[in-house]
């Protein structure tokens, strides 16, 4: 079983449509959960990222965590066409040096 | 942009082969990391050096090797190619500070293709 399990199928969404991300881990000591945005045919950015559980928001993006069910989250609202991108959930126990990331989901935003 | 550079952005070699990857990373960056994306297992970390140091290892082939040198630009050597080594190589770096949220900034990728 991989740490990190994201489901890779990808997702079509009418611009201004909720997107709805997430991923599962097995590692019960991952601490920091962390959402990358990968453009095409560029390396992956951080997003935002999470300390323990909780919510978080920035602008149109959320990111949840619950660790009690191995699960984090991330909710776009208000999807636009630049969005568009690939995202990879990426988890850490403490040193951010070892991310083990998810798959990534494509994400298109059709206007 | 994120300051990363990687050269070359593509490289075609067949089997058998040996490639070299280079890295340079953001300036004041100390740790520079070495990714493999594929599509079937996705974002591998291979290994990591800080200052010239080897400072973590992931899923890296004992066929992969690395290095770090004074200017802290860094080289991923890859030799024995097989047609499965076929992926993107990332590399990022950060400051490298122990025990902290130390945010890694990916460079652009060299997309090896095994023949």
């Known amino acids: 079983q991989k740490e990190v399990e994201q489901d890779p199928g990808p997702l079509s969404v009418p611009e201004g449509a909720i997107v709805s991300l997430n991923c599962t881990y097995s590692n019960s000591a991952f601490q920091y959960f962390m959402w990358y945005r990968q453009y095409s045919r560029k390396g992956p950015e951080l997003l935002m990222y999470t300390y323990s559980s909780g919510n978080k928001e920035d602008g149109r993006f959320t990111a949840q965590v619950d660790k009690s069910s191995k699960y984090i989250s991330l909710f776009i609202r208000d999807s636009q066409p630049s969005d568009s991108a690939t995202y990879l959930c990426?988890?850490?126990?403490?040193?951010?040096?070892?991310?083990?990331f998810g798959k990534g989901n494509q994400v298109v935003v059709i206007p | 942009d994120s300051g990363v550079t990687q050269t070359p952005k593509h490289l075609i070699t067949a089997t058998g082969q040996r490639v070299t990857l280079r890295c340079s990373p953001r300036?004041?960056?100390?740790?520079v990391y070495w990714y493999q994306q594929s599509l079937d297992q996705g974002l591998q970390f291979l290994i990591q050096y800080y200052n010239g140091e080897e400072r973590a290892k992931g899923n890296i082939l004992e066929r992969f090797s690395a290095q770090q040198f004074p200017d802290l630009h860094s080289e991923l050597n890859l030799s024995s190619l097989e047609l499965g080594d076929s992926a993107l190589y990332f590399c990022a770096s950060s400051v490298g500070l122990a025990g902290s949220q130390d945010t890694q900034y990916f460079g652009p990728g060299t997309r090896l293709t095994v023949l």
């Open positions: 990426a988890m850490s126990a403490g040193d951010w040096n070892r991310l083990a």
């Open positions: 300036s004041g960056d100390l740790s």
